[in-house]
């Protein structure tokens, strides 16, 4: 038996998806904007290329994202229906839960970041940034992880997007 999706509470209006959108959109070109200011800094995308204290094996960006995604899960980030993390086993929140209505029938099912991270940082990073090293690594992974976040976020508001329409299909526009 299939599930009714109105039974599970009421997807966003597409008006109301649309400014939301269109403010995701602005945050994005400003962070790349931000982002292009330093060289490429090719290190801080290299495994093993810095040494950490702690034995971590992975590269500057990722020991940078996963540090700055602990702290975020730890104030109920990622409890929100539309923020999805890069990093694996998150600490619990020390907030009390929010309680979120369901609109989706599997909200956190599809996550693209894996390959986000992946274009982001072989495709996007090297089109918006000159060659070159110029040393700025905490500023650079500081712009890339602002990035990420952005497009993890825009891209995956398309499920709500798709189940407004799901919802109303006269909204086809």
Known sequence: MSRNLLMLGAAPDLNELRDTLVRL????????????????????YQTGKMNFNN??????LSWFLKEVEHVHAKVRRYQSPDEYPFTDNLPEPVLPPLDYPPVLVDPKNININHEIFSVYVNTVVPGITSKGDDKNYGSSATRDIECLQALSRRIHYGKFVAESKFQDPKTHD
């Not at 034995?55 to 500057?60: D, E, I, R």
């Open 25 to 44: 959109e602005d945050t994005i070109i400003f962070a790349l904007i931000e982002r292009s200011q330093f060289k490429h800094n090719a290190d801080i």
């Open 55 to 60: 034995g971590y094996k992975g590269s500057f």
